[in-house]
């Protein structure tokens, strides 16, 4: 029997943990809990009643189930437990302005606290992420680059207008990134001969002793130890504080047994056992220190750069509104900065720039790139009284326009904060590293506890050293150094794998998400589609002859610079023909462009311009173009004189392996659903031939993003593929954001995984892969605590009772050489998987 519940009460993961925990501890009931939404979803094979929910949820915190029948909240104000509470985040609007630059944790341990700097979540011990900022644009002149204003204008010293001056940014990730790649680089250079003089002496006879032997290592350990890799010291030490045991404890429990256990066998070999030694030499485990340390600084390095690559998305975003704005004041025009513009006021738009507010157009007419809202390649004609948005482009006329929302009002603002708020309450996974480390820390312990009684009270002679030193010793063979390659060389291997197959992988967290999806949503444009129109065919009226018509056409296109006139002078040139000389060429915003050709005139465009110049279009023509624009074509009628020769049309045409990956994804239990912001006719079309059972058109980026929330409220796990602008809300929302290579950088910035040859069938490939990948990391995970779990009881000395043996240097080193060889050699054969569709 399943059943879902509301629970309220949860606001971070470490909530959502303790909820989870403490509804498993009902007999009977295996739960999942999900923070976003707060739901619990139980299974049990015999009736629990909500009471007992309730009471192992009140036993644990502040936590209460709903239900149309329980109160939880009621029931919990009679039994409240007086546990700290703190806050949901807030990380909008002024709240993002106010603390830009400073530093929070992405699991919101602590709410919307913030640090002033990345020393790691005191709670969770993961790197902070920076809250991103615009930088502030300065303004110069060309030719006296000594004049520096902070808002725009004239040069006080010659007249001409300043130009914005970009500051060197100075980003806290970027830093971070930079001072952990510096300490990744700094461990590697001291670790390496580290690892050779330990593990070299098990080969060759060093010409000094065992002591010269270790004082080297141990020199040569203390940078990595103490400067390198000392904040995962601290943040072990911090999980222990808080209670919160992850990787990061069994790393610093390891990793401080083996240093002091080192320390002591160096200088103090004569209070160990003669057991531990071999050859009269102890062992020295200063290598596993090192090799440990900076596995995980890697892994840091690699996380710094994956949420270096998430800011850059914001402010990607952030620069696609222009600093400065015309503002018609008494009927003269002023430069101003963007900050001073208020709704009401009147502002110009010239040829080319970026619109800098949502208005309306109140005097002139344009075309309008809208493809960062839309999606769609081609322009929109705009004309008075037409809205238009902030960040989208001006074609080529001037216009005057009215604003009427401004600042974090505007269009642009508001997708800003959808992509923040979407990427900020998307919790990543916890790893799988980390899940296992919370029975195996504990259990480490209690085994080293009780190692450490049974020989004080069984040792016999000398049983307080022995108590002590197989205590430490079950600690160092527990040293996860298996443990820290199982996933970084999964890891490496399998981005490898899918870079050379133009996957592009920022995480571990996206494969394994990808592993579990069962809906893709895709955009149409770019996507689905090419991008960009193509010419399908020439439709003639009555005897006009198609190639006159194709030369035509390309003789006026090759002086515009409209989407669809690339796709003629492409055609035309894959012909070798010459160009027909024009003269008196006119571009008529929002209809078309007309010129004269060998004494006649030539006219190419939509249906308001053949009624403009008086050119009537026959019913039979009319008819086919009625049939083309079904079919969701494009048409542009083309006119010689006063009559019409026909039209072309265009379309964005589909990619060919589009319908084998559509096809594949649906075969494997996928849900293949496309949202686009394009036309029903043209959606239709496109989803009919690729077989896509699920579409929606005219979407705007918030009801793409609308639907991927709806979809993971009802448990699905969805991944989003698309390329524009228009898609960083929704490429950020899902649990999967893959980004097409071809589109635009905050696509790119907001997915975790990137097809860099745009092409849809990526998406399978990264699905094998990632089945793959997270088999092999398994695996990986099985040797390494296999390995350890094995070393566990020889290192407590159950072993010397019946053949005097307590830890021998070399089976240890064999035991921890061995299992790292295995994980290597394991990741290695992810190298020989096939990503194709015929080979999975």
């Not at 398994?778 to 043996?805: C, D, E, R, S």
């Amino acid at each position: 029997m399943q059943y879902t519940y509301k629970v309220e009460g949860m606001t971070c993961d470490g909530c959502r943990r303790n909820v989870e925990q403490a509804l498993n501890t009902v007999n009977g009931v295996q739960a999942e809990v999900a923070l976003k939404p707060g739901e619990a979803r139980i299974t049990s094979d015999k009736p629990i009643t909500v009471q007992q929910l309730q009471d192992a949820l009140s036993a644990k915190g502040n936590y209460f189930i709903k239900t149309e029948d329980f109160d939880g909240k009621a029931y919990h104000e009679q039994h409240r437990h007086n546990l700290p509470e703190h806050d949901q985040p807030k990380l909008s609007g002024g709240f993002m302005e106010k603390h830009a630059g400073k530093y929070y944790c992405p699991m919101y341990c602590e709410g919307d606290k913030v640090y002033d700097s990345n020393t790691g979540c005191p709670v969770c011990g993961m790197d902070l992420v920076q809250i991103p900022f615009r930088t502030a644009v300065q303004y110069t002149c060309s030719m006296h680059p000594e004049v520096v204003s902070d808002k725009p204008g004239s040069c006080p010293l010659c007249g001409m207008d300043l130009v914005p001056l970009v500051a060197k940014e100075q980003s806290g990730e970027n830093a971070t990134y930079l001072k952990l790649k510096n300490k990744f680089w700094l461990a590697l250079a001291f670790t390496v001969p580290v690892f050779i003089l330990s593990m070299g002496s098990m080969f060759v006879s060093w010409p000094f002793s065992h002591r010269v032997q270790g004082a080297l290592e141990l020199l040569l350990t203390l940078p990595v130890l103490f400067y390198a890799g000392w904040f995962v010291m601290k943040r072990g030490w911090t999980s222990f504080k808080t209670r919160n045991l992850n990787m990061f404890s069994l790393i610093a429990l390891g990793v401080a047994a083996a240093f002091i256990f080192s320390i002591v066998a160096l200088f103090f070999p004569h209070i160990l056992p003669h057991e531990m030694s071999h050859g009269g030499a102890t062992a020295l485990y200063f290598e596993a220190v090192c090799v440990i340390l900076t596995l995980v600084i890697l892994g840091q390095m690699l996380e710094a750069k994956a949420h270096m690559k998430t800011g850059n998305a914001i402010k990607e975003l952030m620069n696609l509104s222009p600093d400065t704005a015309n503002l018609i004041v008494n009927g003269s025009e002023k430069k101003v900065a963007l900050a001073e513009v208020k709704a009401g006021d009147v502002l110009r738009v010239k040829p080319g720039e970026k619109i800098p507010v949502d208005g309306k157009i109140t005097e002139g007419n344009s075309s309008v790139d809208e493809s960062m809202i839309t999606g769609e390649p081609l322009p929109a004609e705009k004309g008075k009284g037409d809205p238009v948005t902030s960040g989208t482009i001006n074609g080529n006329g001037t216009f005057l326009m009215i604003a009427e929302k401004v600042g974090q009002d505007t269009l642009l603002a508001q997708i800003i904060k959808m992509v923040n708020d979407a990427s900020r309450s998307k919790a990543p996974i916890q790893k799988l590293a980390d899940k296992i480390a919370r029975i195996f820390v504990p259990a480490v312990i209690a085994v080293s506890v009780v190692t450490f009684i049974a020989w004080y009270l069984f040792g016999g002679e000398n049983r307080l050293t022995y108590a002590f030193i197989n205590a430490v010793a079950v600690l160092i063979v527990a040293c996860p150094c298996a443990l820290g390659l199982a996933t970084p060389v999964s890891l490496m291997v399998g981005i490898g794998k899918g870079a050379k197959n133009g996957i592009l992988i920022k995480n571990a967290e996206a494969l394994e998400e990808m592993h579990k999806v069962n809906v893709l949503i895709t955009d149409k444009t770019g996507t689905l589609t090419e991008g960009k129109p193509g010419l399908d065919s020439i439709e003639p009226y009555e005897n006009a002859d198609t190639e006159e018509m194709l030369q035509l056409a390309a003789s006026l296109n090759q002086n515009s610079e409209h989407p669809l006139s690339g796709a003629v002078v492409v055609k035309y040139k894959a012909q070798n023909r010459p160009f027909l000389k024009t003269q008196h060429f006119e571009n008529i915003s929002g209809k078309g462009i007309v010129a004269n050709i060998e004494g006649q005139q030539v006219l190419l465009g939509n249906e308001a311009l053949m009624q403009q110049f008086d050119i009537p279009i026959p019913d039979v023509l009319h008819e086919k173009v009625v049939q083309s624009r079904n079919a969701a074509k494009t048409i542009s009628y083309l006119a010689k004189g006063n009559k019409v020769l026909g039209f072309l049309a265009f379309s964005d045409r589909i990619k060919p392996t589009a319908s084998q990956a559509v096809a594949y994804l649906q075969k494997h239990h996928i849900d293949v659903m496309m949202i686009t912001g394009d036309n029903e006719h043209t959606a239709r079309a496109v989803a009919g031939e690729l077989g896509i059972k699920h579409y929606k058109a005219g979407a705007l980026p918030q009801d793409k993003m609308q639907e991927i929330k709806n979809l993971q409220s009802d448990g699905k796990v969805v991944a989003m593929a698309g390329d524009g602008i228009n898609d960083a809300p929704a490429l950020a929302q899902s649990d999967v954001g893959i980004a097409m290579g071809t589109g635009t950088d905050v696509a790119i910035e907001n997915a975790e995984i990137t097809l860099l040859r745009g092409d849809i069938l990526g998406v399978v490939k990264a699905k094998i892969l990632s089945e793959r990948l997270l088999k092999n990391i398994k695996q990986n995970l099985f040797f390494a605590f296999v390995y350890n779990t094995l070393g566990i009881p020889l290192a407590a000395g159950l072993l010397y009772p019946f053949f005097g043996i307590l830890l021998s240097p070399m089976i240890a080193a064999a035991a921890m050489s061995f299992s790292s060889v295995s994980v290597i050699l394991n990741s290695l054969r992810l190298n020989n998987v096939d990503l194709n569709i015929n080979g999975k």
